[in-house]
């Protein structure tokens, strides 16, 4: 049975935070692509300033290819 968009989200989140280190994100777009999800997300990831004094947040936008009945991430489109 096919998971709604919110469900996915969910299962998204332990398998962004071990591959991008990704604790917060938020699905821009969502598009069905034959058997998968293409899902448009974006994080923000802390960047060193120069010399790695000065942090600050980049925002990123990466797209996914997600598994519609588990919401198992097939893969990264960076």
Known sequence: ???SLVEIKEKLKPQLK????V???KIVAAERKEKFWVLVIQYQEIQNGPGGVAHFL???TT???VEPDTG???AIIQ
Do not use: C, H
């Open 72 to 74: 198992k991430i097939e």
């Open 18 to 21: 071990s591959l991008l280190d």
């Open 23 to 25: 604790d917060t994100f």
């Open 1 to 3: 049975m096919e998971l």
């Open 58 to 60: 980049q925002t990123k």
């Open 63 to 65: 797209a996914l290819n």
